[in-house]
């Protein structure tokens, strides 16, 4: 069964430091990514996803990811992280050629962000 | 779009007494799913329903848990009886998936707490 493991559980910076998340999955054929992020008391938001083509993905809000086809990663990165991206971020992935199948998520990982 | 429409945003229930969650996905989506977050265990499938038929159900802990989604706009989980490790934010999502899922839409969820 495919499953997403996301390393960190929690992680602190201050503003301005650069971010990165590391995400792996375990599935070896073709996936689809995605990053979503929940900030507090939210629901869950797409921050990106990567289908096929360029490896590094774009996001909102400054994000980007970059898919690693040989380590099985989709880690999430951020140059310089600002005080409102203290949230919980979630990698999922789901088979890209297995039909209408839902997501799989890794347990997430919250990032605070401090002055 | 109001997006995905979650009933009630709070549930506090005694142990023993019936919950019934309730979940108005996006006009046109055809794929609904329900999703529970706890600490421990992060975010996982309860199970995912596909123009109104349960796919796969895998992931209902146990018989006290139901689904049902009488309509193509309506679904709710029911949980009968409650017991308070059913304590958790539960969320429903849905999508528009005419081949592998593209995205996922997530409602506020609600937040159940039994005691």
């Known amino acids: 069964a495919q499953s997403v493991s996301q390393h960190n559980h929690h992680v602190i910076l201050s503003e301005a430091a650069s971010l990165e998340l590391g995400c792996n999955y375990s599935y070896g054929g073709t996936v689809n990514l995605f990053w979503y992020v929940q900030y507090p008391g939210q629901h869950l938001q797409l921050l990106l996803k990567y289908f096929s083509g360029d490896p590094l993905v774009k996001g909102i809000k400054g994000f980007e990811a970059e898919f690693i086809k040989s380590k099985f990663s989709f880690n999430l990165r951020k140059p310089s992280v600002q005080w409102s991206d203290t949230a919980e971020y979630f990698c999922a992935v789901i088979l890209s050629n297995s039909g209408n199948t839902p997501l799989v998520f890794g347990k997430g990982t919250r990032l605070s962000v401090i002055a | 779009d109001a997006g995905v429409i979650q009933s009630p945003r709070h549930e506090v229930t005694e142990m023993g007494q019936e919950v019934t969650l309730r979940c108005k996905p996006i006009s046109g989506h055809n794929s609904l799913f329900w999703y529970r977050q706890t600490m421990m265990r992060g975010l996982e499938l309860l199970i995912y329903f596909n123009n109104n038929v349960p796919i796969d159900d895998s992931g209902m802990p146990e018989d006290r848990f139901s689904a049902k989604m009488p309509n193509a706009s309506f679904s709710t989980l029911k949980i009968q009886p409650s017991e308070p490790r059913d304590s958790a934010v539960y969320f429903c999502?849905?999508?528009?998936?005419?081949?592998?899922?593209?995205?996922?839409?997530f409602g506020q969820g609600t937040r159940l707490t039994v005691v």
């Open positions: 999502a849905s999508s528009l998936v005419t081949g592998p899922l593209t995205e996922a839409f």
